[in-house]
């Protein structure tokens, strides 16, 4: 997989890119992570990448000619998917993960201010929202949906079994069991028997149980 990110703050993604899981997806190939600085993109000496909203309005919009120059300057796989996040795009699942972790490749546009001039959603492919609330820019929602991705390659994760019985998994309303380790019994508070007593039947039946409470 390919992830190609356009944002203004590319500094962004430096540090978590290249921890835990991306980092080891990264080092076992499975991934590529490339980020584009918008900024490089823009004409005049100010590197200017916002303008005020036509209408009036508070805040600034994100100027469409970088982002649009920028895309144009990605080399594209054949399987590839261009993604706009933003507060009006459908609210992110599960599901919508594992239809994304088919492609190829991935490109986010990470606005920011007030968000970008509209006409740049005709060369996005879908706009996505993380959640019914409001951020400052793109650059969290982007590290939000790589990460979720890169879980279900094939390979990142040393156990394929780990996203199979997991919260969302098959389905966007499966809520994960708990979890419990060593020690058997932390501040007064004890491990549940069953899991136990070697009864994998079950134990099995007290995990499909616990997943729909």
């Known amino acids: 997989m390919q992830y190609d990110i356009l944002t203004i703050f590319p500094n962004a993604f ?4 290249n921890e835990s899981i991306l980092k080891r997806a990264q080092d076992g190939k499975h991934v590529s992570i490339r980020i584009h600085d918008i900024r490089r993109f823009t ?10 909203p036509y209408g009036g309005g508070p805040g600034m919009v994100m100027k469409p ?6 895309l144009n300057a990605i080399k594209r796989k054949k399987k590839s998917r261009t993604i706009l996040l933003s507060a009006r795009g459908k ?8 239809r994304l972790a088919k492609y190829d490749q991935l490109l986010f546009i990470c606005g920011h201010y007030e968000g970008v001039d509209e006409r740049i959603s005709k060369y996005a492919d879908e706009q996505i929202s993380i959640g019914n609330y409001v951020l400052t820019g793109g650059e969290l929602p982007a ?3 790589i990460d979720s991705v890169t879980r279900l390659l094939p390979g990142v994760l040393g156990d394929p079994r780990s996203t199979h019985d997991e919260s969302f998994s098959p389905c966007d ?4 069991y708990p979890q419990y380790t060593r020690p058997e019994v932390f501040n007064g508070m004890r491990v549940p028997r069953i899991l136990l007593s070697g009864n ?12 729909r409470t």
């Not at 430096?14 to 890119?17: D, E, G, K």
């Open 43 to 52: 004409t005049d000496k100010h590197r200017t990448v916002d303008d005020r």
């Open 200 to 211: 994998h039947s079950k134990i099995a039946s007290w995990k499909r149980t616990k997943s």
């Open 143 to 145: 590290l939000v949906i």
């Open 14 to 17: 430096v540090s978590y890119c």
């Open 173 to 176: 309303t499966y809520r994960e």
């Open 91 to 98: 609210t992110y699942t599960q599901r919508i993960a594992k």
């Open 65 to 70: 000619e970088p982002i649009y120059r920028c």
